[in-house]
């Protein structure tokens, strides 16, 4: 006897997937070309003063229709690409960098010592391991990679008797107290005052006063929650189970600890890549170097840091054409994003969204003003999760309004 198929189950729905971010670029541009034929075009009179080119308020004025053709909304994917090249090149560059300086041992050198060094010292531990990595955030060394230092965080967590949630905090929080003051980051910062036509790296005294006021509270909150855990374990965020995933993070014993080095080589590696870091930013204050210049330095540092480790030059090349391969998604969706600006350009509607917000937020304060830019910026991150495509994005809408409301570009950007 046959024994039936089994009928599949028509009615199971598909769980929604959230689709890719180079996924939803594309669809803004496209929903940006069609809104070219119905959104009537405009632009604003501008003026030039120094390298900052503003719109004038007021004289904002209709134009002639000028939608985008099936043809030209192609062609903006390159021009955005074209256009966008001198940041790609540096993000690229950026993670050859960062990927020589990893491969010397340099950064995990440190990293392994300071932990090693301060690890019974529970506030100081707190205090100097948030710092390094607030650094190594703020700079842009480790951000997302920030991730592959968590288990060393739960090592010590073990040792100290925090749960997992302290270990992983003085490593993440960290690393994000310095990534969100932002103060050397070539992406997102570079890129967005470069897009909003501000000297690179400008703003650096309020931004330096933010990255104190967001490190200290990171290392006075993780602190607090250190001593209550050892007040009372029932204080723990985990409840009983202090290390859900306990078979993940290894047992590491005190001599193996000491076995970390960092030796005199690893210190000369990070000199350079310190030295070569203020160097440059002495230059973009006074000398005013900006993207191309900031490219020339991490190729130095690349190739000194390489020699000193004792590479070959086959090896340094290798090393950095992989450390780049790791970097082109962030890369090349910064061209994506400025598709859409072409595209709006193109369709001269670009004008016309600044002039609509300018008119919903007609009457506010300025400070009205940078709490609701604060807040529509939050909103886009929902949707583009790159902080690169979400400047390429929404900067050339915010530096124009911005001068609109009489805020500076500084406090947009």
């Not at 703003?203 to 104190?212: Q, S, W």
């Not at 490219?295 to 000193?308: D, E, K, N, P, R």
């Not at 290798?318 to 350009?345: C, D």
Request: glycine share 10%.
């Amino acid at each position: 006897m046959a024994v039936p198929k089994a009928e599949p189950d028509l009615k199971k729905k598909k769980s929604f997937v959230m689709p890719d971010a180079y996924v939803l670029l594309f669809i803004v541009a496209l929903l940006c070309a069609l809104a070219s034929y119905i959104v009537p075009a405009g632009e604003f009179d501008r003026v030039t003063k120094g390298s900052v080119t503003s719109a004038v308020p007021g004289s904002y004025h209709s134009l002639e229709q000028s939608p985008v053709s099936p043809i030209a909304f192609f062609t903006a994917i390159q021009e955005g690409m074209t256009s966008s090249a001198p940041i790609i090149f540096l993000i690229l560059f950026t993670g050859g960098t960062i990927a020589i300086l990893e491969k010397t041992g340099a950064i995990n050198g440190l990293i392994n010592n300071v932990i090693s060094t301060f690890r019974t010292k529970q506030l100081l531990f707190i205090a100097i391991v948030g710092a390094l990595f607030s650094i190594l955030g703020t700079t842009g060394i480790v951000v997302n990679s920030v991730i592959g230092f968590i288990p060393i965080g739960l090592i010590v967590a073990r040792s100290l008797k925090w749960d997992a949630v302290a270990g992983a905090a003085v490593i993440y929080i960290g690393c994000y107290a310095g990534f969100n003051a932002t103060i050397l980051s070539p992406s997102p910062l570079g890129l967005s005052q470069s897009i909003a036509e501000l000297p690179l790296f400008s703003g650096i005294g309020l931004r330096i006063a933010v990255y104190i006021c967001f490190l200290l509270s990171s290392i006075l909150y993780i602190y607090r929650y250190t001593r209550r855990l050892r007040k009372s374990k029932d204080a723990s965020l985990l409840g009983n189970d202090w290390f859900p995933a306990a078979g993940s993070v290894p047992q590491v014993s005190e001599p193996e600890d000491k076995q970390v080095s960092f030796t005199v080589r690893h210190k000369l590696i990070l000199a350079v890549a310190a030295l070569s870091l203020a160097g440059f930013l002495y230059g973009a204050l006074t000398l005013g170097w900006s993207d191309s210049e900031m490219a020339a330095v991490f190729i130095f540092i690349s190739i000194l840091s390489g020699l000193i480790a004792g590479m070959a030059a086959n090896d340094i090349a290798k090393t950095f054409i992989t450390g780049s391969q790791g970097l082109v998604y962030g890369a090349l969706i910064v061209g994506m994003a400025r598709s859409i600006s072409v595209i709006l350009e193109h369709g001269k509607l670009l004008d016309t969204v600044v002039n609509g917000l300018a008119s919903l937020l007609h009457g506010f304060s300025p400070m009205a003003g940078a709490i609701g830019m604060y807040i529509s910026s939050a909103l886009l991150h929902f949707l583009i999760s790159s902080g690169s495509g979400e400047a390429v994005v929404f900067i050339p809408i915010l530096a124009p309004l911005a001068d609109l409301m009489g805020i500076t570009r500084q406090v947009a950007d």
